[in-house]
């Protein structure tokens, strides 16, 4: 398999839920990222990692929380969500050199619904 | 700090027409790169065209040209020829050269008519 890939592709989920959404990519890059994106809203930068450290954190509530096991994995752990986390939850990969042209390459997202 | 601006929410073109995807930028680096990325109703971003800031060209990918002023800090992306399956969200964003996390605009969704 190639690229960036995420599971699950769509999600309901009640507000008392914990449920995980996971995100690979096959590409060897070295920094993933987590990005939110709701209807009629800029795309919101979540979280970053670098070589599996997280080197941003852009204010997120607490009841999202990543974790980055290897520079392939990325998982975003949801917990007492709310009904304003329904969104359309992309990761994406790049190389995290800097002064260089690497582009991100996205993953097709997870749908998430919370009711 | 840096700031991507697409004015142009919306915008639509016939089929076989050239369109243009404007955007500005605002940064006081003198080294960035400008990326542009399409977004299908599917939901995923396709990485499209990308230009850095000391490229003296502007940057072409097939039917993608990238048309850069950069005394004007303008990107603007250029889609010749049209096609049915051109009709997405395009986002516009900047990477200053300190730094290996993009910015953003808005985007601009692009509906082109048969």
């Known amino acids: 398999e190639t690229g960036v890939t995420q599971t699950p592709r769509h999600l309901v989920m009640g507000m008392t839920n914990k449920k995980s959404l996971k995100c690979e990519q096959h590409l060897g890059h070295n920094a993933m990222y987590w990005y939110k994106q709701s209807a009629k809203k800029p795309l919101e930068l979540m979280f970053v990692?670098?070589?599996?450290?997280?080197?941003e954190n852009n204010s997120v509530p607490s009841r999202f929380s990543p974790e980055c096991p290897n520079s392939s994995h990325l998982f975003l752990h949801l917990h007492t969500l709310q009904p304003e986390d329904s969104a359309l939850y992309l990761c994406?990969?790049?190389?995290?050199?800097?002064?260089?042209?690497?582009?991100?390459?996205f993953g097709p997202g997870t749908r998430l619904t919370v009711t | 700090a840096q700031k991507i601006t697409q004015t142009q929410p919306g915008m639509f073109v016939q089929e076989k027409e050239a369109v243009t995807l404007d955007c500005t930028y605002d940064t006081s680096d003198q080294s960035y790169g400008l990326f542009w990325y399409k977004q299908p109703s599917s939901g995923e971003m396709i990485f499209l065209i990308y230009?850095?800031?000391?490229?003296?060209q502007n940057a072409t990918e097939g039917r993608y040209s990238l048309n850069f002023q950069k005394a004007r800090k303008s990107a603007n992306l250029v889609i010749s020829a049209s096609q049915l399956g051109d009709s997405a969200m395009y986002f516009c964003?900047?990477?200053?050269?300190?730094?290996?996390?993009?910015?953003f605009g808005r985007g601009t969704s692009l509906i082109v008519h048969p």
């Open positions: 994406a990969s790049s190389h995290s050199a800097t002064g260089e042209r690497y582009e991100q390459y």
């Open positions: 964003a900047m990477r200053d050269g300190g730094s290996y996390i993009p910015t």
């Open positions: 230009q850095g800031s000391y490229d003296e």
């Open positions: 990692y670098s070589l599996e450290e997280r080197v």
